[in-house]
């Protein structure tokens, strides 16, 4: 198995699609990661340190190197989550928070582009999130490796 520690960046962009007049929410992030390829699939791990004091969130990406298409988003710590993004499918998804709040969606993809390596890339995920059949935001998450 290959890995390398590198810096990321991370631009999470999302729109309320019940009130369009209002701004959007954007949320920058700048952190190190392990990018691991072990022959059949490739993983993109972080975390995330909460600014409010709430602690530590680890995410990691998942995908096989021979269906980039279909990426797999794990999280763990204060918030939990798993969910998959391919180009036209809904997915549900469970999203727990520490408080002990759960939330039932689904994540439907719009457009996946993905072309991380071990050399850098690149994945852009454009999402809608639905409860009960209702698009409730539109999303974009953006990972780009930043070489050192």
């Not at 972080?46 to 298409?69: C, I, M, Q, R, S």
């Not at 727990?96 to 582009?113: P, Q, R």
Request: charged share 25%.
């Amino acid at each position: 198995m290959e890995s390398k520690k590198v810096k990321i960046g991370i631009c999470a962009k999302q729109t309320d699609d019940m009130s369009p007049e209002a701004e959007p929410s954007v949320m920058n992030v700048f952190c190190e990661a392990v990018l691991k390829d072990d022959g059949e699939n490739f993983t993109v791990e972080y975390e995330e340190f909460l600014v409010d004091g709430g602690g530590v969130t680890n995410t990691k990406l998942v995908f096989a190197k021979n269906a980039p298409e279909i990426v797999s988003m794990v999280r763990t710590g204060l918030v939990k989550m798993a969910c998959s993004f391919s180009d036209g499918e809904r997915f549900n998804c469970v999203y727990s928070m520490a408080d002990g709040i759960s939330l039932d969606f689904c994540m439907v993809t719009k457009e996946l582009t993905n072309t991380l390596s071990l050399e850098g890339g690149r994945l852009l995920v454009k999402y809608n999130i639905e409860v009960r059949g209702l698009v409730v935001s539109k999303n974009e998450y953006r990972l780009t490796v930043i070489k050192r």
